[in-house]
């Protein structure tokens, strides 16, 4: 009899980390999206995390099935069993992650950072300000980046020492901090780190001296947008973040112009807010691969929807549910008619103030405010940025967070 309920309770708990696993790639799916919106997001949210208190519920056994994921293979899979470590708090849990993490590969570092920032175990947290400390810097990078995501206080020395730790991963992970934090006193650390010689420092120092109201970040990311340069994505996100305007001309007509441009050159017209930049879309919209971000980037820019105006076709319903919460592909995204798109064009061009716009009004807080609470994930995480950039005294609430 007991070894018969033992099995029941091990298949429910085999499928609560089943579940929670797929939900929670799901979700960081969802988080780059520019369908899935924050109802649908947020379904997704309650749904895992029913299934992890399913597993808190389970204990200890729970824990003894789920540790081995803590070795991966995925990050999804290695988040939801270091979650559970976290959520029965006590040492021996919590010094298993401390094991883990030391010379981690990215998936398994990935998946418990992920764990330590969304806990709400006062043990797990504890054990952050002690890590920064830590010999093995996975610990001390997953600590600063825990603690910053979470806006715990670090110690500005501390912080200091971390910028220039001799791992890439420790100061990748510490300028990130300082742009979460808004810790103006560092610019002069970040504007080092512009040189690094890891690409990944030097994205990250200049995403967060962005946030920290750095004056030289756009002139550098403009450099950055033509060198071809594998930050030259970021460097166009960055510019459309920053309206910077008098770079139509010099950096996004030349790269818009290309057969293939970047992605993130097409998509950061919608932040730019450049209604006379718009016309540069045109070639793009009839190009498959293209297309969808076209229609992103309009909708954003003139607060239109261009599927109720017949002027982009809808994409077709997902056979499966389950397809709402797999990533969203560009083929995914409603696809404009070029002929009607250039008529609408024409006349809004015409019509438009040449200030900076977001949804069809002045840019400004307020039709940012309006994208955070009604837009799709993609363009919430924009909006959150660029709102911080607007209130430089105000605390930078990143969408990634679970509740938000």
Known sequence: MYMAQAEIISDVIEEHFDEAAFLYQSRLQALASHRIGLSAFRRIEQ???AHLDGLLVGGEMAWRLVE???QGPTRAAVAIAAYVACGLGEDPYIEQLYAVLRDAPSP????VRDALRHTSSHDAVDSLSRWLYAAHPSLRAAAVDA???RRAEIPLNVLTQLLADHSELVRQSAAQAVGRLRLRSLTPRLRELFDDKESAVRDSALEAAALVGEPSVGERCKRLAVSGDQSAGLAFTLLGRLGEASAVSEVFAPELAKVEPLREAVLALGPLGDAQALPLLLPLAEKRTYAGLVTVVTERLLGVDLVARKIAAPPPPPQDPRDELDEISVEGLPICEPRKLAELLTAECARLPKSRLCLG???GPEPLTQLISQGPMAQR??????????RPEAPYQEMHQIGL
Request: charged share 10%.
């Open 47 to 49: 749904r895992l995390l």
């Open 68 to 70: 081995p994921n803590l």
């Open 108 to 111: 398994i570092f990935c998946g």
């Open 147 to 149: 603690l910053s995501f």
């Open 361 to 363: 009004t002045a840019y």
């Open 381 to 390: 995480t924009s909006a959150a940025f660029e709102l911080a950039l607007q």
